[in-house]
């Protein structure tokens, strides 16, 4: 079965700062997809970032990147430059490979971007 | 292109009711999955439909259902509706036909209130 662990509940991060939100994993797949999502408060889950366990590099989108390091199974979502408009829940979820549709979701982590 | 809309928004039932939410996928998408999120429980993976047949289940009790039409619109029904079934419902689409790397994209949601 497939785990997806974010132990930080909530952060609060001045403007302009960058932000780590953490990510870890278990699975015993060797292929999986790696996602996050922000969630305002209005509920929708908007996609940001993929990141493939076969991907070389980090993935990155805009002020987004994804700090992948496979060894330690962590997916760390970084965030340059934060702007007000980033305070939201932010979830990190896999995706296996066998078969399944199904995103795994981590408990996600509410964070807060203050002036 | 048109994202993913779920109808209607908010939605009010007593215990005993039934209620069937709609999701319509972004043009092409043939897959749509279904998910619950409540605070307790976080987000959980109901169903996937794909070309009108249930490809997946998640471990929740047959009074959850969902149907699939030929333009890849989707219905959940909830029967005998519980308390405990007040959450926000996720609708997502995708293309269906990678395994892992594909991305799932939301709709807005269904917020489902039961007393």
């Known amino acids: 079965a497939q785990k997806i662990t974010q132990t930080q509940p909530g952060m609060f991060v001045q403007e302009k700062e960058a932000v780590t939100l953490d990510c870890t994993y278990d699975?015993?797949?060797?292929?999986?997809?790696l996602f996050w999502y922000k969630q305002p408060s209005s509920g929708e889950m908007i996609f940001l970032i993929y990141?493939?366990?076969?991907?070389?590099q980090n993935a990155t989108e805009g002020r987004y990147s994804l700090n992948f390091q496979k060894a330690r199974k962590s997916a760390n979502l970084v965030i340059s430059a934060s702007q007000l408009g980033d305070s939201a829940m932010y979830f990190c979820a896999m995706r296996p490979s066998q078969g399944a549709q199904k995103l795994v979701f981590g408990q996600g982590t509410r964070l807060t971007i203050n002036p | 292109k048109a994202g993913v809309t779920q109808t209607p928004r908010y939605l009010i039932k007593t215990r005993g009711q039934q209620v069937t939410l709609s999701c319509s996928p972004i043009?092409?998408?043939?897959?749509v999955s279904w998910y619950q999120q409540t605070p307790g429980q976080g987000l959980q993976f109901l169903f996937e439909y794909f070309s009108e047949t249930q490809r997946n289940k998640g471990n929740f009790p047959g009074r959850f259902s969902g149907r699939q039409f030929s333009n890849s619109r989707s219905e959940m029904n909830v029967s005998t509706l519980e308390l405990g079934d007040s959450a926000l419902y996720l609708c997502a689409s995708s293309l269906g036909v990678a395994a892992y790397q594909e991305t799932q994209y939301f709709g807005p949601g269904t917020r489902l209130l039961v007393l």
């Open positions: 699975t015993s797949d060797q292929s999986y997809g």
């Open positions: 043009s092409g998408h043939r897959s």
């Open positions: 990141q493939g366990s076969y991907d070389e």
